[in-house]
DNA sequence: AATATTAATGCAATCGTTTGCGGGAATGTT
DNA sequence: AACATTCCCGCAAACGATTGCATTAATATT
């Protein structure tokens, strides 16, 4: 049972191939008469339009392309969600790529972005792409694909990117331990090479630099991979006095949660805590913790409307935007005396 | 700058796009010669063949489409994981929908699979979909789409699906707790109108059964909602003298966890917990939780293996499949005299 | 040397849809 | 009545790649 196509309809109704296409179209040429006529055996028949040879012929593909490093329980599902929600409003379908944090998988999937032509390529680079060898993301530029970066960004590049106020958020996280009297913070950050997290880390710094009060640097903690807080963390705490934790993200949370329930710390009581989180996590853990909410959600619905205004704007500026954050309270936080 | 075509080569070396087109697929036809000449000018000129094109052409899309009802932070992350990790292995592509667990989106999704002329589709279909409504599966058989359910599965239909055994992971959890004298156990379950709960219930019955033990049917949970836990299980364990829990996901698990940690129950030795998980959660939680292990990350390669199976294999029989399960021990669970 | 065989390439149609252009019939205008 | 418009529709090319078949040139066979 071969698929039917408009020169089955054309046939069937004696009339041409075009006036077919523009009658399913609403084209004002074709007679309200046939329009209904062509659209009711359509319907009759099952037709539909091959997406494939459309979008062939008119040059373009209706395609957008989704690539991330990797995907953990934190963050990259809400924003999944948030593009596939914002995307089905569109006419735009949406193709995956994982990198697995591999230069040479990101390669291969944008070597596949340029053989569909997909017309936008939303792009969380992999933790070792950096200036030097984004190669692959001037290629995008080459093919006249959209390209626009989204929370794991490389900064200073030419291309657009959209994250939130990293900087700000981490010090507003913090500002709140140090308003609360906390003056030992232990501030947990994921990978340096990462452009987030020397912003949340410029952010935490900064927090202590308004407030004039010192920074020992040592308890700013990076951690390559958040599994290995199971080791570091029960030694960093038993060795030190700290008050309270920042946390960069949600993983980086969780991990910590689990070391304070090891070690019998209780929040708020031993110790205070503010995250960085997408807050799906926060809002459903016990105890409730305090964050900045960074939403996956609401990032994945953001990048995908700003790439397709980017799209449509081939000519324009495109500027990197931040997206701004708010404070969630819960009762993470204990005053104590500074 | 325009994309470089066949043509444009051709042009360039003066043959014909047909030559162009068989030397770069090593055809035997063309001389070792020509095809270097064409494939070295193809490289110099960042030549990428037009997969739009090509399928078109070849009458087949080379996508693969992935249907889910919503994205939380359980197993759906690593069943995304497993199905791109396959996939890259392969000439196909993934497209992905999104369907809110509503049934119309469910269709609009399906709509566009075979306008796309996918050539396969992995759903695991809403909460909603049943026997009775699942004609726009159907459409997909009309217009020779294969079909391959998966996780939440319509039973008893001639769409072939792959699941775990629910029903012997259930037992086999439950058959834990039976063999450490448990006889007060917490059944907790998701919607009963998933197959995947029934199933899993009808392990839970079929453990005590075996064991020649009777079983209160109180002691089976089902909530429609796992944010619905903080109101229930508080009354419920208060309420009664549990030894131990059972929960047949992750998310039911992490409600638990929240709430036992909130009444001050901790594990093992308050209550003893098994459950049905991915294994991502169990892994990284403290204390650890001994469980069936269900990784979405296995049924996401399995998945992908499967359906590509069966696109090639047109005719031949498609059977659904149950994957098994392993435990997986920690010390979540300990004796008790029955 | 005539014929058969093989090797290398080109011709042209094709996939399903869209679209610029043109044309005939009906209607409107003077 | 002659002309200009408007309305509806068809013709045919095009998008980029693939492929059955034809064609030419080179080589082998007798």
Redesign the interface.
């Known amino acids: ?1 071969r ?1 039917i196509t408009i020169k089955d309809l054309a046939a069937m109704l004696n009339l041409s191939t075009s006036t077919i296409s523009r009658a399913l179209s609403d084209h004002p040429d074709i007679s309200e008469a046939t329009r209904t006529r062509v659209k009711e055996t359509a319907k009759r028949l ?1 037709y ?6 459309r ?2 012929r008119k040059k373009h ?1 209706g ?1 957008l392309a989704l690539i991330l490093p ?5 963050y ?3 924003l ?2 948030g593009v ?2 914002a995307i ?1 409003e569109t006419p735009y ?6 990198t ?1 944090n591999n230069i040479q ?1 990101e390669r ?1 999937a944008i ?2 972005c ?4 997909v017309e936008g390529v939303m792009i969380s680079v992999t933790i070792n792409t950096n200036k030097h060898n984004m190669g692959h993301l001037e ?1 995008l530029r ?3 694909i959209e390209c626009l970066m989204y929370d794991r960004v490389i900064p200073d590049t030419d291309f657009p990117s959209l994250t939130i106020d990293s900087q700000l958020a981490a010090k507003k996280g913090v500002d709140i331990l140090l308003e609360h009297g906390h003056r030992k913070i232990l501030g947990i950050f994921a990978n340096p090479s990462l452009a987030i997290t020397r912003e949340r880390i410029k952010g935490f710094k900064k927090a202590f630099q308004e407030a004039g009060l010192p920074l020992n640097p040592d308890h700013i903690l990076n951690v390559a991979q958040a ?1 290995l807080m199971d080791n570091i963390l029960p030694v960093l705490l038993s060795n030190n006095t700290f008050s309270s934790i920042f946390t960069m993200t949600d993983e980086l949370l ?2 910590t949660t ?2 304070l ?2 070690l019998n710390l209780s929040i708020p009581d031993d110790l205070s805590v503010v995250a960085i989180s997408d807050g ?2 926060t809002n ?4 409730r913790i305090t964050y900045i909410e960074d939403s996956g959600k609401r990032m994945g619905r953001a990048v995908l409307h700003q790439i397709i205004a980017n799209i449509n704007n081939p000519s324009k500026e495109k500027p990197s935007r931040l997206l701004p954050t708010e404070i969630v309270w819960s009762n993470s936080v204990k005053s104590v005396n500074a």
Chains 1, 2 share one sequence.
């Open positions: 049972m698929r099952n539909r339009t091959n997406l494939q040879a979008f062939f593909s395609l990797e995907i953990n329980m934190f990259n599902p809400s999944i969600e596939n929600a089905a379908s949406l193709v995956m790529f994982q697995n998988q291969e070597e596949q340029i053989r569909w032509a290629e080459l093919a006249n599994s969780f991990f689990n070391n329930r090891k799906i996590f459903h853990y016990y105890p």
